[in-house]
């Protein structure tokens, strides 16, 4: 026969560093999948859609969460995602924020005397929540649930979106 034998040194050594790069390979493959980052959006913009008042909420499976005026993105160990959002409406909230209480399900009037101030509020959020070319990673927050609130005032009309 033409076949080389098993019992040559470099046959054996070849083996050996194709079962260290198969295994290699497959450990650095993801354990889950990745987060549904499509699920958050369709949330948000169903919100978006509907008659204010509207609210939603939506339970976060991943570990971190980054909202924008354009969309959401999810990370956890299976990988990341993003989704954007179909509305230009959305505004993202700080829990510590003076819109927060609002997203939570507040009439505008408990947080501010005047449409004026809510619109310039919403305004001022609105700035914030574009994202930039140079974005850090402590925009990232590790909230459990998603909720969106779409608020019509005087003439501000927005879909608020927190993660607590």
Same mark, same amino acid.
């Given at each position: 026969?033409i076949?080389?034998p098993?019992?040559?040194?470099?046959?054996?050594?070849?083996?050996?560093?194709?079962?260290?790069?198969?295994l290699?390979?497959?450990?650095?493959?993801?354990?889950a999948p990745?987060?549904d980052?499509?699920?958050?959006?369709?949330?948000?913009? !169903?919100?978006?859609?509907?008659?204010p008042?509207?609210?939603?909420?939506y339970?976060? !499976?991943?570990?971190?969460?980054?909202? !924008?005026?354009?969309?959401?993105?999810?990370?956890?160990?299976?990988?990341?995602?993003?989704?954007?959002?179909?509305?230009?409406?959305?505004?993202?909230?700080?829990?510590?924020?003076?819109?927060?209480?609002?997203?939570?399900?507040?009439?505008?009037?408990?947080?501010?005397? =005047? @449409?004026?101030?809510?619109?310039?509020?919403?305004?001022?959020?609105?700035?914030?929540? !574009? @994202?930039t070319?140079?974005?850090?990673?402590?925009?990232?927050? =590790?909230?459990?649930t998603?909720?969106?609130?779409?608020?019509?005032?005087?003439?501000t009309?927005?879909t608020?979106?927190?993660?607590?």
């Amino acid at each position: 026969m033409i076949d080389a034998p098993l019992d040559v040194w470099y046959a054996w050594l070849g083996l050996a560093v194709a079962g260290a790069v198969t295994l290699g390979v497959v450990s650095g493959l993801p354990t889950a999948p990745p987060p549904d980052a499509v699920s958050a959006a369709a949330t948000v913009d !169903t919100v978006a859609a509907a008659d204010p008042p509207a609210t939603a909420r939506y339970r976060i !499976t991943a570990d971190r969460v980054r909202v !924008t005026t354009r969309g959401v993105s999810l990370r956890s160990g299976g990988g990341s995602a993003f989704a954007a959002f179909g509305t230009e409406s959305v505004v993202p909230v700080d829990l510590d924020g003076p819109l927060a209480g609002i997203a939570l399900g507040d009439h505008p009037n408990r947080a501010f005397e =005047a @449409p004026g101030g809510f619109g310039a509020a919403v305004a001022t959020a609105r700035a914030e929540g !574009t @994202p930039t070319r140079t974005e850090s990673a402590a925009e990232w927050t =590790a909230g459990r649930t998603l909720h969106a609130r779409h608020v019509s005032w005087g003439e501000t009309d927005v879909t608020l979106v927190l993660v607590a």
